[in-house]
């Protein structure tokens, strides 16, 4: 309390303070009279008597002396006013702060602590800086004014020729802003803010015309406004914005004080006048609807961007009011009566009166209004209700509503209480009008309008006309042959308006905008005349339909129209655009009536209301396919030879830019390259293309760039083309560019989805298959913090690696956001959008997670709801809409209409009866029972009878059991199970055609092949065979489908390359062939080539409803094995889901939206989602392949949108083994659901019986040693059908013949016995034959080209089995080993860092000599980190500039995100000095693959390093080995490094058979690993003979040749078990150096082995390729004399040659002392002194510094044809020995000079 009141006390002694010293002030001024001031007062009196005098003289009327007097009295008595409103607001302007300070403890006292302003921001700092630039903005003004605006106003007209500025003077009071509002729930492409504006300045302009003796001027101006600034459109380059747009909503309060001739215009009446003219002036411009824009960047249609169309129209409907006010009098206020009320209502410029309504204070008007609106939020209704009245009307209140409510609400009916009056309220009902830019509701609109009605007889309109008046062009002449000054006034349906006029022109530019509202547009037209200004003369009229309009797309009319009654050329630029307008009464609630005066929604909205571009963006693709005819910018050979160059391509669209790989040395490159990016349509938008070559020491050089425009592609929708460069002399690229357009069905997603399924590109990307927008408008019921306050809410919206975050609401439970997002979706029914509310992004308040699939089954796929939270309170909840949109590619082919299933099936059978496959199992073997034999198309008539007599028995049973409610059993499409699957195995290929070329193509080389398998859908790709031309493939494909005619199966052979891979041949075979010969092992020639044959086994494998031949085909699965790792499939499933019954409710009470998800392995289908039901219907059909049927089994999993689960099934395969016909068709009941949960399906499998029973043998795995047997296999099969006929010449019960071998040893190793292919007999031809039995006796032998070949026992071909037919177990084996190893994925992905660290410069001395008097140098070395390895190169002594030279290794993971780490250091005594550090990523190096450059070291003042950073690619040739060692010998480097040659990595599975300890004990097997000096070890496995280790290690290799590698295995590395030696030499000619098998150890058990994958990849180092082109860096000391540091280049500006002379190095000295040298350098031809330059003498130096510059005064075309000579010389040299150490001569026209040469150049003799 004492603090509190000291407050009063210590303001009253301040000012009591004030006073006195004012008074002190004014008694220490000098009395006395001033004659002037007694001139002055004079001079008043008299000029004030002098009117009287001169009126009494001339006998002028008292009367008007008098009205004169008033006049003045009036005129002083406003402008004191005035002046005084201008001191206060100046004078409060000064003391704001001490005022604000001393009110501080009162406004604390007065407000809760709780009070902030959250719509509107201070920006105190924008104010600071005003105060910083208003003085220059002063300067700016007054030369403004002098220098331009004057001597324009002198020249405009003859009587103003003396007007002159006489004083210009902004004041020192700057424009304040008081506050800013920025807004966010517009549209995304615009920044919109409001700026509250408050000037009064001090301001004072004088201006004299001195011809007339005329002086008037300004004294002051205040302004107040609130100014809305748009920024817009957003752009993505540089200034980012594309306009500034700004206006005032309201019109701001100006007041202006008039010094000079102008004072009259203070004169009372004239002075409201002045400010209303001077205002209306303003609001020209600057007033809604009117706007000022200023463009930022060129292009844009400014005239849209000043007259945008509106954002809607209200429709208001004045109805009543109630307990208004009385004013009316009678009897001189005895009598109180009522009052005559009546309306006035504005919304901006436009203004509405109502009729008055005599004596009532109730009164009903019952008038309608349309008023359009520009901008939401912003624009008011504001409402005035007065009493009319003879004299002057009374007021009767007022009030205003923001019409951003309504467009929120649609339609507001509510009364309105009036405010500055003691009673009365307004009853209004407004309705939002959206303008739609389609005629399809216009029908509607027009009949809903009939039913409107209204007193004001103002008819309700249908649509709005925007007609935007551009230009025109070749108006006539006026008589006499002057040019007009044209105007246009345009007539729409009996309203006229006017345009601005345009001053003699015939060419004028207009650019306004008028507005009509249409009642009815299809009999309407616009009537435009252009006419002079005196609207007279009539210079061309036209006449535009509004059908016209409405025939175009987006109801937009914008082109040239020709003007009639004019000149043959006059012609006028007109944009018409009409919109509908239409209630959306689908968003208005039922109870819409709200107390909005009071500011409290009674109701939330049911659904959100985005601004109506949401949802508008699209997607732009763009692919990258290649590059033609480019500009080679790499020279060789210092220029002499040109190289090529390495492309890469920039492309910048909205904001976005995306970079493409690099291609090596290409001219003509393919990149292959995918982008997308989300874009609204804006004018003016334009895709930016450049090219440029990559360099890694200098800027990339320039290669071309295009434009495009975003409109032309959106018209287009899809281009395919190439497309020119520009500012290059040749070079074209090739792009595909695709607005793609959306669909909001879900109907083609499927088809969409394997569309992209079938693209790849080298970007990895992977293109969206939807857009997904998301608005989030608000949320309710969150809970508050623990602290009891309401939460700070944002949301946090993440839709896979993306995330978008709202703003921030101020603390309420009740926040509202009103923001829009996008995601592009890749698979829309597997992405999540996940919403996280959260206060101030740290305290989690709730969650909520919308799968996209729910979208799919929404009508139009938009879900516009409130959701409740996950986290929160029961009734915490969110509002949001989420729409999707597909994404459908342009040459993707997805049906327009649902597809229909046709009644005639093409190749597929009927399904047979269960009599017919009794008939089957009991026929002659000569008819196999194949389910899936297709028959011919004259079975059509047939399979109508069929199924017309199942529909009739269908009804038959329909109408015998009506009360059956649910069917016993599914009911399938006739078609079901009639899949078949189609096996293809791709085995080798012979005489392939050269397409690789050695030596610049003098040298023909091979090819490294690849398949591509096209079956219906289905795409194949086999790996590729490294430089074969007769690979080897041995892959099996399988595709199940359903035979149409036509099908054809497609093989295309690609030889693979860099670029763009090279055509082998092609061949095509007829599934019906297929299917009709079940069994092809054929040899086909490739087509379209010259050369070239491929073989391949086809099978169509038949299928039979039988177990018996199970185990037949799982024994034979487990004996083939195939490249691919494909594993034949045993059976196939087919699932037809027909129903469920009783599904439970959902948690809400409400019916299941069900949906059930199959799963069978690692395959996965869907249903389709249901309507809302608990007896969902589904039928539809699925099927798997199944490769272990006793194993495997089908999950179902239903449930509620794919969200809430309703229950599960689980049916093992197996149980069908055991039902009949393999077939299970009931009713199932369901786990996790009600107990009378159940669901209807039909499990159906098939089991696949093969023909192929051998495993085929390629032409080439036929090796010598088996040709040397292929005697013996022949004799034995004779004796087998010699003992075939004679078993079934003895007994013809038993046709199964076993024939033991002649070795009966060869039982126990079959497994790897190689099976001999035989040619399957025509299935014409073949007999009943029996199952033979054939054993071979041959040793094992290691693979040789299928390496994948099963080696085992083979059994024959049963062409005809019967049921009878009994089989012959084949005998057990042991545990089959695995044939190779199989490591994982990152297995041989490492990669090599080479890093050359070769000199510094500039770097700091950390030396002192004689105690810091003297600066000395510094010892440096360098340290470096990567990942765990760390390196360190010597120490230089005592330099500044060092050359180290050193080179370091290490392998790393290429896939890896590390950092390069160097840090330099000054070598001391006791604690090292710090000279620097910089970081290079990992990644940087890998994208660039070779960087040579210098980099500049961080956190010191000055220092270089250079380096060069190598990460070196691989390649599995032993053709590079030779130029790879040649490498080593040419490079040396101090630290004694040698580069690796190569890198081997060496995958360690396991081991077999192992002997054990002496102990008798099983072995705890290590192995160590041993190459060179390098050294690893395993870890240590349990006690086992078949250890386990699965590792993997890496060696640097650098001599192939000679070096191996050895592996030591012991128990406990102690006691050795075996050992395994490899040499590198036979990595080497092993197929893709890769060793991949068992080998036996030495010094262990015949029969140990160890099983590992060693592979060797050669170091194809780019500094190969320099050898040639004498750029390698790091050579060997060569014969020469040294080399000198140059740096060339050539100032534009100064227009010199630049030479810079750095250092000298391995100057060569003639004596065994040092030299004294000196750099000497001329400028030839020309050899006069003037051109001779020279540097200091450095001496005793062989590596001397000399850091000097030269400038030589030349032309730049001149430099061309000079010759720089440089010469090294010696001081000190006698006159014996030459001056001359050595010299080099540069010829300029090879150097580039514009942008800079730095080199170090060799120095030859004086004689060379």
Sequence with gaps: MQSEKSEPTEAKGAEENALSNLRAAEASKPKGISAVAVLWTFGKCLSALLPVYLAGYYRVSTSLLV????????????????????????????????????????????????????????????????????????????KLLIETIAPSIRASSAHLQTLNFTKVDMGDKPMKVVGIKAHTENDKGQVLLDLYISYVGNVEINVEVKRYFCKAGVKGIQLHGMMRVILEPLIGDVPIVGAVTMFFIRRPKLDINWTGLTNLLDIPGLNVMSDSMIMDAIASFLVLPNRLVVPLVPGLHVAQLRCPLPRGVVRIHLLEAQSLAA??????????????????????????????IDNTDSPKWGEMYEVIVHEVPGQELEVEVYDKDTDKDDFLGRTKLDLGIVKRSIAVDDWFTLKETTSGRVHFKLEWLALQPNTEQLEQVLKRNESVTSKNSHPPSSAILVVYLDKAEALPMKKGNKEPNPMVQISVQGTTKDSKICYTTINPEWEEAFTFFIQDPRTQEINIQVKDADRVQTL????????????????????????EDSGTASRIYINSVLRVLWLDEDRISAEVSSNLAA?????????????????????????????????????????????????????????????????????????????????????????????????????????GRLKISLKDIIDSQYTDQWYTLNDVKSGRVHMVLEWVPTSSEPDGLDQVLQFHSRQSYQNKAVPSAGLLFVYVEQADGLPVKKSGKDPKVGVELSLREMSRKTTVCDRTTSPKWNEAFYFPVRDPRQDILILKLSHSWTLPIGSLIVPIRELLSEPDLVLDQWFHLDGASPESQILLRTELKVLVPTKCPVPTEKA??????????????????????????????????????????????????????????????????????????????????????????????????????????????????????????????????????????????????????????????????????????????????????????????????????LEWVPTVSSNDKLEQVMQLQSLQ???????????????????????????????????????????????????????????????????????????????????????????????????????????????????????????????????????????????????????????????????????????????????????????????HSPARVEEPAPAEEAPTESLIKVERDMKPQPETGLGGLAKATVTGIPTDPAPSVEVVDVPKVGPKLPPHTVPSQDFGKEGVLRIHLLEAKNLIAKDNLMGGMVKGKSDPYVKINIGENSFKSHVIKENLNPTWNEMYEVVVNGRSNQDIKFEAFDKDIDSDDFLGRFTVQLNEVIRSQYTDQWFSLKDVKSGQIHLILEWVPTVSNSARVEQVLQLQTLQSYQNKAVPSAALLSVYLEGAHSLPLKKSGKEPKAGVELVLGETTYKTKLCDRSTDP????????????????????????????????????????LAAPQLVLDQWFPLDGALPESQILLRAELKILNSKMVDMIDSGTLPCTAPAPGNG??????????????????????????????????????????????????????????????????????????????????????????????????????????????????????????????
């Design 1683 to 1808: 080399q000198v540091k140059l740096s060339l280049s050539y100032s534009s500006k100064e227009r010199k040659l630049v030479v810079i002379v750095h250092a000298c190095r391995g100057l060569v000295s003639p004596s065994k002392d040092s030299v004294d040298s000196y750099v000497s350098i001329m400028l030839l031809p020309d050899k006069s002194k003037a051109t001779k330059k020279k540097t200091a003498v450095r001496k005793k130096d062989l590596n001397p510094e000399y850091n000097e510059r030269f400038e030589y005064d030349l032309r730049e075309d001149e430099a061309r044809f000079r010759r720089l000579s440089v010469s090294v010389k010696n001081n000190s040299a006698s006159f014996r020995s030459p001056d001359v150490i050595g010299q080099v001569l540069i010829e300029l026209a090879q150097i580039d000079l514009t942008s800079g040469v730095t080199d170090w150049f060799t120095l030859t003799d004086d004689a060379e």
């Design 327 to 356: 004013k009316d009098n009678y009897v001189k206020g005895v009598m109180a009566g009522l009052s005559d009320p009546y309306a006035i209502l504005r919304v901006g410029p436009q203004t509405f009166t109502s009729k008055h």
């Design 540 to 563: 061309g009229k036209v006449t535009i339909p509004l059908s016209h309009v409405m025939k175009t797309s987006h109801l937009s009319l914008d082109q040239w129209f020709q003007l």
């Design 900 to 1097: 229909k299933m046709s009644e005639v099936l093409d190749p597929a059978p009927a399904k047979p009866l269960p009599e017919t496959d009794t008939i089957l199992k009991t026929a002659s073997v000569e008819t196999p029972p194949v389910e899936t034999i297709v028959p011919t198309l004259p079975l059509d008539e047939e399979f109508h009878k069929v199924k017309e007599t199942a529909l009739k028995e269908d009804q038959e049973e329909e109408l015998e059991s009506p009360t059956v409610s649910l069917p016993p059993h599914s009911s399938p499409d006739l078609t079901f199970a009639s899949e078949g699957l189609l096996r293809l195995i791709l085995l080798e290929a012979q005489s392939l055609v050269a397409k690789d070329t050695i030596m610049g193509g003098l040298k023909k080389g091979k090819s490294d092949p690849y398949a591509k398998i096209s079956i219906g859908q289905a795409t194949f790709k086999s790996a590729v065979v490294k430089e074969n031309l007769n690979p080897v493939w041995n892959e099996l494909y399988e595709v199940v489908l359903r035979p149409q005619p036509g099908q054809v199966v497609q093989v295309e052979l690609f030889d693979k390359d860099m670029d763009k891979d090279d055509f082998l041949g092609r061949l095509k075979i007829n599934l019906s062939d297929i299917i009709r010969s079940q069994l092809i092992d054929q040899w086909y020639s490739l087509n379209d080539v010259k050369s070239g044959r491929l073989r391949l086994i």
């Design 599 to 703: 500011g409290v929604s009674k109701q939330l909205p049911m659904q959100a209301s985005p601004h109506p571009s949401f949802a508008t963006e699209g997607l732009f693709r763009i692919h990258l396919l290649a590059g033609q005819n480019l500009i080679p910018k790499d020279n060789l050979m210092g220029g002499m030879v040109k190289g090529k160059s390495d492309p890469y391509v920039k492309i910048n669209i909205g904001g976005e830019t995306f970079t493409s790989q690099v291609i090596k040395g290409n001219l003509n490159p393919t990149w292959n390259e995918m982008y997308e990016v989300i874009l609204t349509e804006l004018a003016g938008q334009e895709l930016h293309v450049e090219m440029f070559d990559k360099d890694m020491d200098m800027k990339d050089d320039f290669m």
């Design 1121 to 1311: 094995s195939y490249q691919n790792k494909t594993v034949p499939s045993a059976a196939l499933l087919f699932v037809y889901m027909d129903r469920a019954h009783l599904l439970p409710f959902k948690k809400s009470g409400k019916e299941p939206k069900a949906g059930a998800e199959l799963v069978f392995g690692s395959t996965t289908h869907r249903t389709k989602v249901c309507d809302r039901s608990r007896s969902p219907q589904w039928s539809e059909a699925f099927h798997f392949q199944v490769h272990d049927p006793n194993e495997e089994m089908l999950i179902v999993k239903l449930s509620s949108a794919w969200d809430q689960p309703m229950g599960s099934l689980v049916l093992p395969v197996r149980q069908l083994l055991s039902e009949p016909q393999l077939l299970l068709d009931q009713w199932m009941p369901l786990d996790g659901a009600l107990p009378e949960s159940k669901i209807l399906l039909r499990a159906e499998l098939k089991i696949l019986d093969t023909r192929l029973t051998e495993v085929p043998q390629t032409s080439v795995a036929v090796s010598e040693e088996e040709s040397k047997t292929a005697a013996a296999a022949e004799k034995m099969l004779e004796t087998a059908e010699e003992e075939e006929k004679r078993q079934n010449l003895a007994t013809d019960d038993s046709p199964v013949v076993s024939v033991h071998p002649a070795h009966p040893e060869a039982k126990h190793d079959t497994s």
């Design 67 to 142: 009205c004169g007097m008033m006049v003045y009295t009036g005129w002083k008595h406003a402008r004191e006013a005035k002046e005084e409103r201008l001191k206060s607001a100046i004078q409060l302007l000064d003391n704001e702060e001490e005022h604000t300070w001393k009110r501080a403890s009162t406004i604390k006292r007065d407000l809760p602590a709780w009070v902030n302003f959250p719509d509107v921001e201070k920006v105190e700092w924008l104010n600071k800086v005003l105060q910083q630039v208003w003085p220059f903005v002063g300067q700016y003004l007054e």
């Design 1588 to 1627: 386990q280790w699965n590792e993997s290690f890496y060696f640097l290799v650098h001599d192939p040749k000679r070096q191996m590698l050895v592996a030591k295995l012991s128990s406990g590395w102690d006691e050795p078990i075996g050992a395994l030696v490899i040499t590198l030499k036979n990595l």
